[in-house]
């Protein structure tokens, strides 16, 4: 009995990195945005594949939040000069920016669940349910995006879809709590 | 509150106005009464909106619970940590200068004092002398630090306060370094267990000691390492904390940049695009509070009665009886600080449906005490927008008593009391060991009448035996705070180590015929006075384990409240004046060897265990001024090897003799 300090008897290990699932599925998202988009349009590419290094970086190289988070918003920056200088399909748009926030949303939970826990943890459970979670959500929400793009109601103006985009902004606001 | 109230009802005023307006232009095909600067105005709002929610991202406003690492071991500092630190914050921070080089010259001093005296054998007064004229070594730089131009040095110290060079911290630090040097040569000091790390990169070494990446091994302490203010529950469910976590916080620029541009450049791809971050926005605003007071916690150990040290495999079960979803349910065992997870995970991350069961195991290392401990369960919502803490206390106690095993005989000195026992005295009488032949006195028994001097001379004599009899011994506890270091901080601190030898010195000596009894010097009074007896050996066994000074947690992380008295008071009130001591502590501070030397005279003979361990002059710097105290106060001094069975005793190469070898 007592004091052994062998290894047998020691304290274990507990790292506090990224959950990997989250990770892998973040730089997977990340790529698909990348490539969903990039494909038309070469300096988007090049944007794009910048952020998803920085992306894999910030998950598994330096573990830092800051710049997986970075690494995302520069995905998205890819995203937006593809919509706005190349011949993107806007449902590719709409694919693209889809995998970008569930990159978003799955980097800081792969950060969250590393800190709260650890790498040694048992999180598949916990982690595959948020990602499932995230995933259905922003998938019927494109789709019904992308559906009520497809019918054609009246004249749809610019005008029009900027009036019905910036009142529904309004309205998310102020039912913030 | 009312100017948000205010704002809430603009902002849904405008959106309806707005939304309004785009069925009109879309539905009823109005002409517009502006042109398109309008339409580009509020395109600009919007993409400018996005920024600056890019930036609050950026800035950082995420708050989670921040959960503690119970696996690792307490943070017990190590000796000579304070001197690092004060070292430390006169380098790096530049704090406290002055005060801490007064510290630290004091301290030194004192060591150096001790030091010459144990080598001169000379009074205090002989030795400093010694001291302050340099001659104790050939290492100038070493000596300066206690010469006279120190206070040459001091005179000028306002000046060079003010400046505050760089250089006279540095030069200090030197001479300090070679200070301890030459005294750890002259004073023969052990410092075998100082690492090759300490020497090769110091700077390094005291810099990782300080931040939190302390050493190869990461410590913890429960409470102070986490947001939660206290894990001391009797609840068996507590709600700590519910909160937003703005995980979500930046999720809207995604949208509000896509569709800002999308206005702007007329491009209804990117104001489609922008949709999805419109509705990640309504997904993170719509919430619901996990359930967690439907969770039904159990937890199992496969060892009912474990002793101090021993490995015990916990398995916790947590079944969800909430009647709704827990979709993402984080769960930490929070492990008493005493303990050490060796084997497994006390962590969970899971989703649990109604009804539905998780389980996880891990094997710890117990310590001993009576232990209730909490799990917490950090439970979010599907978007993780809401997340809600609670700690669930299991209906289970840990209790962990120490065995009071015989290993090995311990002597004791030959201060005995009237009961018979195992003690050899100087006193003649019925006994086994021959003792000496004295003039016959009526009423000897016949059975000692020397019949061989009798036969010779015709005259009666009567042979004395040694007279066996019972000591009676206090073990002393050296509890303070200063107490609680340890060697490394993986390993056992030194009330641990304490408790656990004196458990196996109180089982021998009991078994030897000793009266024995209990004490230790801390804020909270320990008594428990010498005596015999099978319930006595019980009720000590309980002391050990539970009694709050003998607890594995230092007294300023426990909750009990106690008030400053001198620690040594009520023992020295109670303590029989016949009383053998057994000191065990760490001497960590000059405390210990002050307070036993006493007022002259209490009769008190104190045989005392040094715990080479736990007093590890592992850094130059931790070769402080009370190790050089025991040789010269003529205590006998022993130490016991941490690790049992192999109780032994080992003599010092400094020549201190073993205790019952000890002259009186």
Redesign the interface.
């Known amino acids: 009995?007592?004091?052994?300090?062998d290894d047998?008897?020691?304290?274990?290990e507990?790292t506090h990195s990224p959950?990997r699932i989250s990770s892998a599925i973040t730089v997977g998202a990340a790529l698909v945005a990348v490539l969903s988009t990039g494909i038309f349009q070469t300096l988007a590419l090049g944007i794009g594949v910048g952020g998803v290094a920085g992306v894999a970086g910030g998950l598994f190289g330096l573990q830092s939040e800051?710049l997986t988070?970075a690494g995302v918003?520069i995905v998205?920056i890819g995203?937006?000069v593809s919509?706005?200088f190349g011949p993107?399909?806007?449902?590719f748009?709409?694919f693209?920016?889809?995998a970008?926030?569930i990159a978003?949303?799955l980097a800081?939970?792969a950060f969250?669940?590393g800190?709260?826990?650890?790498a040694?943890?048992?999180?598949?459970?916990?982690?595959v349910?948020?990602a499932a979670?995230?995933i259905a959500?922003?998938v019927v929400?494109?789709g019904?995006?992308?559906g009520i793009?497809l019918v054609p109601?009246?004249?749809?103006?610019?005008?029009?879809?900027?009036?019905?985009?910036?009142?529904?902004?309004?309205?998310?606001?102020?039912?913030?709590? | 509150m009312e100017l948000e109230d205010l704002l809430?009802?603009v902002?849904?005023g405008?959106?309806?106005?707005?939304?309004?307006?785009?069925?009109a232009?879309?539905?009823?095909?109005v002409t517009?009464p502006f042109g398109?600067e309008v339409?580009f105005l509020?395109?600009g709002i919007?993409l400018l909106t996005g920024l600056g929610n890019?930036r609050r991202?950026?800035n950082?406003e995420?708050s989670?619970?921040?959960?503690p690492?119970p696996?690792?071991?307490a943070d017990n500092p190590t000796p000579g940590q304070d001197v690092d630190r004060m070292l430390y914050e006169m380098r790096e921070l530049r704090q406290g200068v002055n005060e801490n080089r007064e510290h630290l010259e004091e301290r030194l001093e004192r060591l150096a004092i001790a030091v010459i005296r144990n080598r001169e054998d000379c009074s205090v007064e002989r030795a400093r002398a010694i001291l302050e004229s340099g001659e104790w070594t050939d290492d100038e730089v070493a000596a300066s630090l206690f010469t006279g131009d120190r206070t040459a040095a001091e005179e000028s110290g306002i000046a060079q306060a003010v400046l505050g060079g760089t250089d006279d911290v540095a030069a200090f630090e030197n001479q300090f370094e070679a200070a301890v040097e030459a005294l750890i040569e002259i004073g023969d000091v052990d410092v075998s267990e100082r690492s090759d790390d300490d020497e090769d990169d110091d700077d390094g070494s005291l810099l990782s000691g300080l931040g939190s990446a302390s050493g190869p091994?990461?410590a913890n302490w429960n409470t102070s390492h986490s947001s939660i203010p206290s894990f001391d529950t009797d609840e068996p469910f507590v709600d700590v904390d519910l909160k937003?976590?703005n995980?979500?916080l930046?999720?809207?620029a995604?949208?509000?940049?896509?569709?800002g541009?999308?206005?702007i450049?007329?491009?209804?791809?990117?104001?489609?695009?922008?949709?999805?971050?419109?509705?990640?926005?309504?997904?993170a605003?719509v919430s619901a509070v996990p359930a967690t007071n439907g969770l039904v916690v159990e937890r199992e150990l496969d060892e009912d009665d474990p002793?101090?040290?021993?490995?015990v495999e916990v398995t916790v079960t947590v079944r969800n009886e909430s009647g709704s979803f827990l979709?993402?349910?984080?769960m930490?065992d929070v492990v008493p600080d005493a303990f050490?997870?060796?084997?497994?995970?006390p962590?969970?991350?899971?989703?649990l449906q109604s009804g539905t069961t998780a389980r996880?195991t891990y094997s710890v290392?117990v310590e001993r005490g009576k232990y209730e401990w909490p799990l917490l369960a950090?439970a979010r919502d599907?978007?993780?927008g809401v997340e809600r803490t609670s700690l669930l206390t299991p209906d289970m106690e840990l209790s962990c008593i120490p065995p009071l095993r015989i290993t090995n005989d311990v002597p004791v000195r030959a201060q005995t009391t009237q009961y018979a026992g195992d003690v050899d005295t100087k006193q003649g009488g019925s006994g086994l060991e021959f003792h000496s032949v004295r003039e016959y006195r009526p009423g000897d028994p016949m059975n000692r009448i020397n019949w061989k001097q009798v036969a010779s001379t015709g005259e009666l004599a009567t042979i004395d035996f040694r007279q066996e009899k019972a000591a009676t011994v206090t073990i002393l506890f050296d509890t303070r705070q200063s107490a609680y270091i340890s060697s490394a901080t993986?390993?056992?601190h030194a009330v641990?180590?304490s408790v656990?030898a004196a458990s196996d010195v109180f089982g021998a000596l009991y078994e030897q015929g000793n009266l024995v009894g209990v004490a230790a010097f801390d804020t909270v009074p320990c008594w428990y006075a010498p005596g015999a007896g099978s319930s006595h050996l019980e009720n000590a066994r309980m002391l050990f384990a539970e009694h709050p000074a003998l607890s594995p947690r230092p007294p300023e992380r426990q909750d009990h409240e106690s008030q400053y008295i001198d620690p040594m008071t009520h023992v020295r009130r109670r303590l029989p004046s016949t009383s053998q001591i057994f000191l065990f502590s760490p001497l960590a501070d000059d405390y210990p060897p002050a307070r036993l030397r006493g007022p002259p005279g209490d009769g008190h003979q104190s045989g005392r265990d040094r715990r080479r361990d736990d007093r590890p002059a592992a850094d130059a710097y931790r070769a402080d001024g009370a190790g050089a105290v025991p040789a010269r106060a003529g205590y006998p001094r022993s130490q016991l090897e941490?690790?049992?069975p192999a109780l032994t005793r080992d003599r010092q190469s400094t020549g201190e003799v073993g205790i019952n070898e000890h002259p009186d």
């Open positions: 009995m007592s004091i052994q300090t047998e008897m020691a304290a274990v507990v959950a800051r988070v918003g998205f995203v937006i919509g706005a993107t399909p806007p449902e748009l709409l693209g920016t889809l970008n926030i978003f949303d800081n939970n969250s669940v800190r709260q826990l650890s040694e943890t048992d999180t598949n459970r916990g982690e349910v948020h979670a995230t959500v922003g929400a494109a019904l995006a992308f793009y109601l009246g004249e749809l103006t610019v005008a029009g879809l900027a009036f019905l985009l910036f009142g529904a902004m309004l309205l998310v606001w102020a039912i913030r709590s | 809430n009802r902002l849904i405008a959106g309806i106005v707005m939304t309004g307006a785009a069925v232009i879309i539905a009823l095909n517009l398109p339409i509020l395109g919007t890019v991202r950026l950082g995420i989670e619970t921040v959960t690492d696996e690792r071991p091994v990461e937003r976590t995980r979500w930046g999720v809207t995604f949208g509000l940049v896509a569709v541009l999308g206005i450049a007329s491009n209804p791809g990117l104001m489609l695009a922008g949709t999805v971050g419109i509705a990640y926005t309504v997904y605003r002793e101090p040290g021993d490995e979709p993402d349910l984080r930490i050490v997870v060796t084997d497994g995970v962590r969970l991350h899971t989703s996880f290392r950090v599907f978007s993780g993986d390993r056992p641990d180590l656990h941490p690790r049992r």
